[in-house]
């Protein structure tokens, strides 16, 4: 299935994206906040690909999406709604930042997990990527808490913040990361 936006056409990965999946995801500056290493070859990011991107889990509110420009659906991105947090996660080649690309990739990537009936979408940053928290808030959705991960492979202990959506009007907070955490905490912001 396909989903389209004004500028963008989100997709399935295919094998033929190996190219642009490659570009993805040694840019240096997006990789900065992704938990796997930049891959050195085309042979390692083929393997990338069809560990994280090619292959089925079988749950149903899975989903991976390539983003693509409408112009040519060449993949600069993607959009993934994962799990039973239905955590939501993005990336966008560096050279695409700043032009609200990765809020309205993700807007309708909710807009069908809303349809389907899904009851609430998590999504983390790592609080040294502030503009993914901003896209966030963008889609609506609401900081609930921080907590520290040991990141791997990269083997780095990163402080994340959750944020929340939730559909069917209720105030639950999915709280797994919070409780498996060694450390976490509420932060208090102003904006």
């Keep these: ?10 997709r399935r990965f295919e094998e033929y994206d190996l190219a642009a ?8 500056e997006t990789n900065r906040f992704l938990p796997f290493f ?3 070859t085309e042979a390692v990011a083929a393997a990338l690909l069809h560990e994280r991107f090619l292959t089925e889990t079988g749950a149903p509110a899975d989903c991976c ?3 693509c420009l409408r112009a040519d659906e060449r993949p600069i991105g993607y959009v993934t709604l994962m799990g039973d947090a239905h955590d939501l996660g993005y990336a966008l080649r560096s050279d695409y930042w700043g032009r609200g690309i990765a809020a309205e990739a993700a807007a309708a990537v909710l807009r069908e997990a809303e349809a389907a009936g899904v009851p609430f979408v998590t999504a983390t940053h790592d609080v040294e990527n502030p503009r993914s928290g901003r896209v966030m808030q963008k889609l609506g959705m609401v900081y609930q808490y921080s907590y520290t991960e040991r990141w791997m492979p990269k083997d780095v202990d990163v402080v ?3 944020y929340q959506k939730n559909y069917n009007g209720s105030g639950f907070v ?5 409780r498996l ?8 912001f102003t904006y």
């Design 1 to 10: 299935m396909k989903l389209y936006t004004d500028r963008l056409v989100l």
């Design 21 to 28: 999946f490659f570009e993805l995801a040694r840019d240096r």
């Design 38 to 40: 930049p891959p050195e």
């Design 65 to 67: 999406y390539a983003v």
């Design 160 to 162: 994340f913040r959750l």
């Design 174 to 178: 999915f709280d797994r990361y919070r």
């Design 181 to 188: 955490s060694p450390h976490s905490f509420t932060e208090v």
